[in-house]
């Protein structure tokens, strides 16, 4: 059982394919260092999920093996594995329950006060106070809540929660730009000393991050940051580029 993690993550020579005849994931090496920020980025479909499922558990390594804290990940419970990451995904989710209730979810002996304060923070204090009874508003996930109020409810969850590592899916793609810069500012304040993995849509979001994967057809094709790929002139300065002459 996992307890008291700082947040240090190995990859060590992690092959992983989803069906034996289609290599995916070959000898991959990672050492993340507590509160390292690691990005992966890449086309759609190129697998930068698959990364994510291997780091909770949902599948297990061919070869190789993935620690957390010295732990293999093979050896601890994956509930303990899994309540020491806060996931904000593309696929928000939003229970029938109050407002309240939907944030505290990850930590139901919260106080108003710490319910409130990851409110603020998390940038959706203001809109919850203009529902028709706040904090004791019933919310479902089909009833009206914009996507942009749906994922900063789910950020004020975690935020609240604090576990001590993030897995981030920035998925900011279907949101308008206002809400779009008050989900980045949330998961500024959210990752600041911990030790997280995002996949990132918009490059420009993740240029300060220690270490980037890009992926593309389901490998791993460089592994560097910012400037180190940017000078490599390969296939994420292609990809940057090309989204930074949209901008």
Known sequence: MLTDVSGNVKI??????????KELIKDLNLDVKSGQQIAIVG????????????????????????SVDG???????????????GMVLQETWIFEGTVRENIAYGKQDATEEEIV?????????????RMKDGYDTIISDND?????QRQLLCIARVMLAMPPMLILDEATSSIDTKTEMKIQNAFAKMTKGKTSFIVAHRLSTIKNADTILVMDKGKIIEIGNHDQLLAKNGFYAELYNSQFKKT
């Open 117 to 129: 304060a990851a409110a603020k923070a998390a940038h959706c204090h203001s809109f919850i106070k």
């Open 144 to 148: 009206g809540i914009s996507q942009g």
């Open 12 to 21: 060590d020579h992690v092959d992983f394919s989803y069906v034996p005849e």
């Open 43 to 66: 086309p759609t479909g190129c697998g930068k999920t698959t990364i994510i499922n291997l780091l909770m558990r949902f599948y297990d390594t061919d070869k190789g093996g993935i």
């Open 71 to 85: 732990n293999n990940i093979k050896d601890v419970t994956r509930d303990s594995l899994r309540l020491s990451y």
